[in-house]
């Protein structure tokens, strides 16, 4: 009865987005304090217990015992002053490399991950050059773009590709005609133990994921995955995302973070993405994690989860709802999501498809983003 | 994109228990707000949007759409309020019977449930000689106890009978030598739809639940509990408690809530019962409860579930501690609870009876309460 009391941890979370919302609901169960660093309150200042404008990000990384960053876009200097704290999980370079698409590409390259051949340009016209020697490109914008914006597809699909938005560089990628994506959610501690969810298959349109459903077929995810912390020295929750094309997988992108793909592990698995990361940052243990039931979600992008959606989409079995509660309802927003389990992958891709249909009032992809 | 936004709905809880707070962190999803009442703000308050004093339970029911009890031992006029405004869930009469035993047991006896033989006895001689002549009985005062509190056995085990505190009334029941105890967790809705958990078996010391695995073998349970709600007139989730005897069930004692023998269903099911209740109260479909995997809980009674301990705990496959963070620990005080999962009923046991040893260093019984 008189054993010290051991403190919980003080959390600080850079960034205030639904990824930051989710992990703090989540960790509560820990006991562990929230804080938030960002300057428009967004669903995680919410549920924080100490909100603190960007400005003031010495002082939050000095209340915290570990600081995160739910998006990669966050402040460099707030980054930058947690790492020299020793306090930044995961390690700065895997954010940092995420700020710019050529450094990542470059990393991935010079590491000998299997990813599509891309070149860097340094303006619009080499761009456009390069894509057209290539003949099917996609030309990314190196810094600043995700869900799909600055991004412009060449020599695919009918009619002339759009004209570019002036960027510092650009990263031009082989347009790979992919069999499906797909994507791992993987963690590794500070001692380098890594564990891994089983991967997800899924659907983006425009840029945007639609829908995901687990488990997929591994397809050597686990292995490039697990090659991907150690090359990092990663500690925490990374989200790899892959094409498949012709039963092998491509790295598209990686995530220094919890990850949409992998809302799915909130039910039918034995530990959340969300959880998970906290637990690996913070030096609890961390078994492997278990997937008790084909698990996958529906994103609701630029449609409201509101109570007269949500009458309808709880109806559909083993169904949640997640609102994000984000204060303006716009085209291309997720403004939350739907967790579906099932007892067979068949039943969860039929239960995923009735969801979606609830959602967006028909077959997904014509009405998708109206 | 033109639709009306619609509110999410003001959810008041009258208590600031675990109980609230755990309902807080599973409704969050729904996209509801939270109003606590309650004077000494405990775990629910932290997390809720707004807490208000019991003195201003006017102002809290008028900001409410629903009001629900967290705890039965709240205050009356509270409870009489949300209900002439016909905010209270589940019904006034529910609540009320539990506030005093004696009414509680003539309920159940009238509406024909089994329950143990009991009488009630206006004074502490009165009480003493029913038990007696009953040969093992257990006297209850009939207001106000709870977690074993205000209990005396009567020719049960070794040594006289404690002597009893001045009390209005007492109940006095027969002792029951039963086999063992199980509860189940079950709700019912406006429309008089009812639904149930699988049953879980209880392990109680000193009456304070230990531990619970799910499922149990159903032994009339679910019609039991189904008659029940029936009876009451019931919305929302209500657990009820048997003991188990010679294969059949007789109530031991219901709750008007959610209740500690339904954590379980925190992890390994489709819904947890905190979403479930808030889910029928707030007026939203609720599909049948599905049990993903064989589920228990290990309370933490007396014990801190703090860092040093999650470490060890955390270690057992399966496992999810609660730390519930409240201010003081005390020998009878639940401080938090462990969630386990496992394949098969066996391997629960297994991890329930290890997460005991860790929690209490050995086996529960002889160190249970010291």
């Not at 996958?296 to 630029?302: D, E, F, L, Q, S």
Request: one cysteine or more; charged letters at 25%.
């Amino acid at each position: 009865m008189k054993s010290p009391r051991i403190q919980p941890m003080n959390v600080g979370i850079l960034g205030s987005g639904q990824l930051g919302w989710m992990m703090i609901l989540e960790g509560r169960k820990l006991g562990n304090r929230f804080y938030i660093l960002a300057d428009e309150p967004g669903p995680a200042a919410r549920v924080a217990d100490v909100c603190l404008p960007v400005r003031d990000y010495e002082k939050f990384v000095d209340l915290c015992d570990v600081v995160t960053p739910e998006f990669e876009h966050v402040d460099l200097r707030a980054l930058e002053y947690a790492h020299r704290q020793g306090k930044l999980f995961p390690p700065l370079e895997s954010v940092v490399l995420k700020t710019d698409r050529s450094r990542e590409k470059r990393f991935l390259r010079d590491h000998g991950f299997p990813i599509p051949d891309f070149q860097v340009a340094r303006d619009a016209a080499e761009a456009l050059a390069l894509a057209k020697r290539m003949g099917r490109a996609v030309i990314k914008e190196s810094r600043g773009g995700y869900d799909g914006k600055g991004q412009t597809y060449v020599g695919v699909g009918p009619g002339a590709a759009a004209p570019l938005r002036p960027a510092p560089s650009y990263v031009v990628e082989e347009y790979v005609d992919f069999d499906g994506e797909a994507s791992i959610i993987a963690s590794r501690d500070a001692q380098g133990r890594k564990l891994f969810h089983p991967p997800s298959s899924n659907e983006n349109l425009e840029g945007i994921l639609l829908r995901s459903e687990a488990p997929h077929a591994d397809l050597g995810m686990r292995d490039i995955a697990s090659r991907l912390l150690d090359a990092l020295g990663y500690v925490g929750v990374l989200a790899v995302e892959f094409f498949l094309v012709d039963g092998k997988a491509l790295i598209n992108e990686f995530a220094p973070r919890v990850h949409n793909s992998g809302h799915h592990t909130l039910h039918g698995s034995s530990i959340s993405q969300f959880e998970q990361h906290l637990r690996v940052i913070t030096g609890l243990p961390v078994p492997e994690p278990v997937l008790f039931r084909p698990s996958g979600i529906v994103n609701a992008v630029g449609v409201e989860v509101d109570r007269r959606m949500q009458e309808k989409l709880l109806k559909v079995p083993e169904t949640r709802t997640y609102s994000y509660g984000k204060s303006g309802l716009r085209k291309r927003r997720k403004m939350g999501h739907v967790n579906v389990t099932a007892s067979s992958r068949q039943e969860l891709t039929a239960r995923i498809r009735e969801v979606t249909r609830v959602l967006y009032g028909g077959d997904p992809l014509p009405c998708f983003l109206p």
